[in-house]
Each structure stands twice: as C-alpha cells, then as structure tokens.
C-alpha cells in the first residue's frame, strides 16, 4: 500500500504538456500562446497568457514539437523563449496557422510542408458580426420574425442576415429575458446603444477546394504531435462550419482532445494520460 501511495505522489508529480495558440487582437497582431500543464492527479493548470506565438516546429524523428514566443512588454522589452511540448495544439484561423507553421514548412517536405500547403488551399472572406438588442433590423411585423431573416441592399450589392438567437437555442430561449440579435454584415446599422458586441473575423470559404484541404488536413492530424482545430479542419454545412454558430470548431476540438489521447496510449500509461481539456 506505501509503494502505491508513492507511485499516485510521483504519477501527480509528472505532467503532461500541451501548448494552445490562438489568434490575438482583431488589430492584426501576432497569435497569443496558452501553455497548460495539465496533472493527472491534482488536475493544476498553468497559463502563459499575453505571449506573442512565433513560430510551431512540429516534431522531427521521435523528437517533441517546439513553440517560439515571446513575452513581457513591447518589442524592446520582450523576451524570447523556445519550449518542447509533448502535443501542440494549434487554435487560430487559417492564415495565423499557416503564419505560424511557414519556418518548418519551408524547411521540410514531409508532413510539415502537406499542413502548410494544405491551409493555403483555404480562401478566407471578412465578416463583421454585431451582437445586439435593435428589433428594428428584423421584420417590421413580429409574426414575421424568423431564425434567419435575410435583408438585401436597394441596389442589390450587399446582403446581410440577422440572427434571432432566441430561436435558435433551447438553452438561450430560456436564459434570455429580451430578444437578442446577431447581424452580420449589417446593410442597416443597429442604434449604438443597443450592440452589445461589435467584431470582425475571417472564415474560409466551403469550396472544392477547401474540402480537398479539410481531407489532406484530417490525414495530418497528430503527426509531428501537430494538431489544429477550427471550422476549417470538419467538413460540414457553413451554417455549422461558422457562418452563424461555433458548432464546427467546438466539435473539431473535443474531437482533437479525444484522438490525442488515444494517440499516446501508446506510448504512455493510463494514469499519464492528460486529465484536463481547454477551448480557445
């Protein structure tokens, strides 16, 4: 029973790393960097958060993938740091993946150069959504109110489509006291007074294209200990792929989580598997 007692203490001792990287601030700036180190007995979590992500180097011959970041200040101030993982994670829209990938892709042609190639099959389009409280952008007569209710420009030159979210959630139907909106897009702008959230993104485009990308990017998964999620690694609807719900990137991580543990069964015992999962 003590020789148990000591494995469960080292076991909580030894953690397994996984390193998230997300897209930063609308303005343009580099991905942010998320580092976990997840403990399967005491589940503790830490997070390297405000990190600007340099550089991903997914693993070569049996080695572990490294990250490049830096940390602290501005440019003069920052410092930089160069870490291995046992899996990397990448969270971010396409074109900051692929940022973040073209060092080891221009450096290679095996499995680093297929991701990288692969993400630049994608063509992204600019979105701006604005959560809001303004009826006056929906049908002028309730009864006319639907889920999705489409608004086209006099010239025809521009289209939007307002969300009612009431409608489209069980679970918000019932938390939501007043009707809540999401446009994007906007032909009418809502009363400033009434947005609550105001963003803009870039969402890959579901052609032919794009879904030989998504096939070539799921053959990838894992290796290197590389793994991506977003809407731009499932081939679904674009209404779940993005367009008006995060049903397609939520699903593609609890997705990524499940075959990076199964991956490393393998290689690691029961009680090392990581415990804990993280969304970015």
Not at 167 to 195: G, H, M
Not at 200 to 215: C, L, T
Request: net charge positive; proline share 7%; charged share 30%.
């Amino acid at each position: 029973e003590r020789e148990r007692e000591r494995e469960r203490e080292r076991e909580s001792r030894e953690g397994a790393e996984i390193g998230f990287s997300r897209r930063g601030p609308r303005d343009g700036r580099s991905p942010r960097f998320h580092r976990f180190s997840s403990r399967p007995r005491s589940r503790r979590i830490s997070a390297d958060l405000g990190a600007t992500v340099r550089e991903v180097r997914p693993s070569q011959a049996g080695g572990r993938p490294h990250v490049e970041w830096s940390s602290g200040g501005g440019a003069d101030g920052a410092t930089s740091h160069r870490e291995a993982f046992d899996e990397v994670v990448v969270a971010t829209q396409v074109s900051a993946a692929r940022r973040l990938l073209r060092p080891a892709a221009e450096a290679s042609e095996g499995a680093d150069r297929d991701v990288y190639d692969a993400l630049g099959s994608f063509r992204c389009e600019k979105f701006r959504v604005l959560l809001h409280t303004d009826a006056s952008l929906m049908p002028a007569r309730r009864r006319d109110w639907s889920p999705l209710n489409l608004v086209v420009s006099p010239t025809g030159s521009a289209a939007s489509v307002t969300v009612w979210m009431n409608a489209i959630d069980e679970k918000l139907r019932q938390s939501l006291s007043a009707p809540v909106f999401q446009t994007w897009n906007p032909v009418t702008e809502p009363r400033p007074e009434a947005v609550e959230a105001d963003v803009a993104f870039e969402r890959p485009i579901v052609d032919p294209a794009a879904v030989r990308a998504m096939e070539k990017l799921a053959r990838c998964q894992g290796r290197g200990s590389l793994w991506l999620v977003g809407s731009h690694t499932r081939c679904c609807s674009p209404v779940s792929a993005g367009f008006f719900t995060p049903f397609s990137s939520s699903r593609s991580a609890r997705t990524c989580v499940a075959r990076c543990r199964s991956s490393r069964t393998a290689s690691l015992p029961p009680s090392r598997w990581p415990s804990g999962s993280a969304s970015t």
